[in-house]
């Protein structure tokens, strides 16, 4: 994954498909990290055959030109989203837990 990544930067991807790609990955080890849920996302999400199609595309047929900045803004609150949601769940979970163990709240 970030061989490839480390590739396409080298040899001038566009900040537009580098992106995509960061994308890809953070994505897939943010849910992957997930107990259970991240079990059976990573079955169906697979970052780097995405990011190999990308690479194709992006140097054989001219796609994904361009810069990521009209992109970036939405990328930072989605990954923030994601991000919360995955702290808020831990908690929970370990609130959960604690209860069951001995009453104990946090």
């Not at 930067?9 to 080890?29: E, F, L, P």
């Not at 055959?49 to 690479?55: F, S």
């Not at 054989?60 to 990521?68: A, F, L, M, Q, V």
């Amino acid at each position: 994954g970030i061989y490839l990544m480390f590739a396409m930067y080298k040899n001038g991807a566009s900040s537009k498909v580098m992106g995509k790609m960061i994308w890809n990955v953070s994505i897939d080890a943010l849910v992957g990290a997930i107990p259970v849920l991240g079990t059976f996302f990573d079955f169906y999400y697979k970052a780097n055959k995405r990011n190999m199609v990308l690479a194709v595309e992006h140097f054989e047929e001219g796609k994904h030109k361009g810069s990521i900045l009209p992109y970036l803004i939405p990328i930072l609150i989605a990954f923030l989203l994601v991000l919360a949601a995955s702290i808020y769940v831990t908690i929970q979970v370990f609130q959960f837990l604690f209860q069951l163990l001995g009453g104990l709240t946090l």
